[in-house]
DNA sequence: ATAAACCCCGTACCCAAGTACAGAGTCAAG
DNA sequence: CTTGACTCTGTACTTGGGTACGGGGTTTAT
């Protein structure tokens, strides 16, 4: 059982991004225990699918989503939604991948070339 | 020479990109021919370059940076931020690709069990 | 000669994902 | 018995990158 800074802590995160997570419904405001809130191993949980699931490109509406089909075991929604995320992950890896390989090859260019109008600032154009 | 619509369009953004952009002094606002504004190529080349810059993760400060720098030709600070920027991309992709295996990985799973759990949502908790 | 379709400029608004702050309560240690 | 560290709630602000809107001015086709 955590306080919400320890809560916090052990998720990764700031205070105001749990309090903020359960304004968006994404955690749940656990009862009070005398004044102060008490979270569980469960709620940790739960915040750490959350920072997952955020590293795989999910939106915070989306992980709402997933939340609510573990509950609900709606199992071929949540391969739907993953197999939509693998697409654009692939997309995007690919985008990445491409930016990279130019600038690297500019960089190096630009290595050898001390005179003259920058490769980097050059080569963008084409 | 285009009219700030046929510029917008050329470059692939909306007219109140360009606009923003001019704003934000990563577009030169061209002299009034007239009432209207008109864009050259090279206007276009810009454009073109910022697209590509931010392709490759540059923030809009950075590239008003290396447009500046095109200007005072200064080299060695161009391929500064083109290493800073390898480095972030380098990382940034070998997030994406491990957030992806991950995924895939799961997705596999969540087909070959229909009953309990889903995988995908039990195992992104590990 | 008038309506559509542009242009100009300035300001305001949008979104996601936080982050900060104000004003109040509670609790343990010195 | 007060000081400091925490908690609570609610509301407002931030950042980056746009997007939209309002109120005007031209231009062009019909």
Known sequence: MFTISQFAQAG???????RFYQRKTLLPVPARQGSTRHYSEDDLRRLKFIKKAQAAGFTLDEIKELLHLDVSHDHSRANEMAQA?????DIKIAELQQARDSLAK???QCCHTNKGPC???K????
Chains 1, 2 share one sequence.
């Open 12 to 18: 990764g995160v700031g205070v105001e991004t749990v």
């Open 85 to 89: 995320r693998l697409i654009a992950l």
């Open 106 to 108: 500019l960089s190096l």
């Open 119 to 121: 490769p980097i600032l």
């Open 123 to 126: 080569a963008f154009d084409i």
